[in-house]
């Protein structure tokens, strides 16, 4: 429906129309034009539905989005170490070393994954 308002908004410019015959519209038509408009409606009604329900979810505490899967533990470790002046690539050795899977269940972490862990809202906890 967005291709068909896009294409309807050109037609109307370049004063022509458009006539689909296998959906029954003719942008030539009040009818036919009234389809574009109304789509345009129900596709914001939609965004704004979808707005309103994530809205209230967050307003209830619902956590949003993939669970957090890191053990505290772990978090706490990441972060009791960068606290005490090591690398990121120093920490994400340490983790490889003790045999520390990352979050997917990798076995390879990396300072980029250890970033990560220390920029994500409470750092990934499980």
């Known amino acids: 429906m967005l291709d068909l308002q896009t294409i309807m908004a050109v037609a109307q410019r370049q004063s022509w129309g458009l006539v689909a015959l296998d959906v029954n519209?003719?942008?030539?038509?009040?009818?036919?034009e009234?389809?574009?408009t109304f789509a345009q409606f129900e596709r914001?009604?939609?965004?704004?539905?979808?707005?309103d329900a994530l809205a209230a979810k967050r307003a209830a505490g619902v956590q949003l989005g993939r669970p957090r899967s890191l053990p505290a533990e772990v978090v706490e470790r990441v972060v009791r170490e960068r606290e005490g002046g090591?690398?990121?690539r120093?920490?994400?050795?340490?983790?490889?070393?003790?045999?520390v899977a990352t979050a997917q269940g990798g076995k390879s972490w990396y300072a980029s994954?250890?970033?990560?862990?220390?920029?994500?809202?409470?750092?990934?906890?499980?």
């Open 25 to 32: 519209v003719d942008t030539t038509t009040p009818a036919g």
């Open 34 to 36: 009234a389809m574009g």
């Open 44 to 51: 914001r009604l939609i965004g704004q539905r979808t707005r």
């Open 86 to 88: 090591r690398s990121l």
């Open 90 to 99: 120093a920490i994400a050795q340490g983790l490889d070393a003790d045999g």
């Open 113 to 126: 994954t250890v970033r990560s862990v220390l920029r994500s809202p409470a750092g990934g906890v499980a």
